[in-house]
């Protein structure tokens, strides 16, 4: 097939070359000029593991970069919508681009497209892009509106895009939705197809679900802290009953990137608009923003005061196995540990660069153990592996003190205790009364 991915981000570049891989002869869009330019001289512009690969296998065979919408959209059948949707002031789903990229596929279009949407968007964008279409399309041009919601997670975007537990395609013809499952076809998973505001709904219904189930156990946490239970093995005693599963089920600083915050807000404000003011999101919010709260609470139970104090931040990035710094716990955490006057020492496998940016006062170090060097305690922030194979011993000898806050609960409580570390979890049943 002929496709057209409008938006060449974590979604529409990861979208774009795998559907190139699976045979489809693909031109991806942006109005990103540098990042068009670069992709076409094959520089990857975010870290995902084997994207790199894809990408280099598919590049001007079947895998196009260009800015030019109107060259993309008339070479194409199918144009997929994959921009950003951030939140706006008070949390609604900002859908400008959503908007100017349907506004410039009307003017593109030549003849008959299925435009399907891929973005996040609130639930009825379906029908605001048809309206676009019609008001600015050429009116003897037909089309169809597919909603084609995206489930991938970064850092394991490209299996989820190629081996996805389910794919939802809510259409009003189900001809125009058949036509978008044979894209999928090869990949063997579950297809549903839909309705186009169920297919909306579904999307946002899944990650506000997502995090309910976050802060749920972050709640059971700091209530362990309490009272001296470990949310570690309590989360492992609930997981076995396969109502409630292991999955998604971690203790700590909470939720981040460019999803689930914004969706669970977004979620929240739809229902505000359409009379039904949720009770639950607002309050799913609050409990992640606290985790942070908790965290340096602990940072300063562990250290006192942090004035001219060093510390080392493990993790940059809002999870492993990404470079993505949108909402991530650092960039609350930094600022706060700056304003406190500490000295910070941080390493991140992959997202250094992009927290250089975002960070001009703090020493970026080449590894775990130079970022600990002459540390007060070690906070770990973002879960990589590498930091679950450090050498314990070789360590020690480089802090200041062996202390660790750790963030992800990473570690076993006792364990770091006979490593002659005084270790910090988030509700590992320390008895802390905050
Ligand atoms: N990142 C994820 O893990 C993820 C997962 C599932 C769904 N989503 C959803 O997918 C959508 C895209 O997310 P993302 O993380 O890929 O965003 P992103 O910010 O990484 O990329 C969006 C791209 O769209 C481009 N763009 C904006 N307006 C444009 C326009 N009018 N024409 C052409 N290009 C335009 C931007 O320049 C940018 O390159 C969002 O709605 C998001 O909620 C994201």
Redo the contacts with the bound molecule.
Sequence with gaps: MRIAV???????LVTGSCFADLGNVVTC????RK?IAELKKGIVPIFEPGLGEIIKRNRNHRLFFTTDMVKAVQASDLIFI????PSGKNGEVDIT?VK??AK?IAKSINRYKIIIN????PIGMGDIVTQILIKLGPKDVSFDVVSNP?????GS?VTDLLRPERIVIGATRRSAAQKVAEIYKPLNSPILITDLKSAEMIKYASNAFLALKISYINEIANLCDKVGADVVQVTKGMSYDSRIGSQFFNSGLGFG???FP??VAGLAQIGKENGYPFRLLPEVLAVNQYQKKLFLEKVRKAVGSLKGKTLAIWGLSFKPNTDDMRQAPSLTLIPALLAKGAKLRAYDPVAMAKARVLFKKIKYCRNPYEAAMGAEAILILTEWNEFKQVDLQVLKTTVKHPVIVDGRNMYEPQEMAEKGFVYHGMGRGEVAHF
Excluded: Q
Aim: with cysteine.
């Design positions: 409008v938006g060449t981000g974590y979604v529409g869009v942006d109005v990103d990042k994959a921009v950003n949707t681009n100017a990229a410039a891929k973005s996040t968007v995206e489930f991938l997670r970064e975007a990137g460019s999803c914004k969706d």
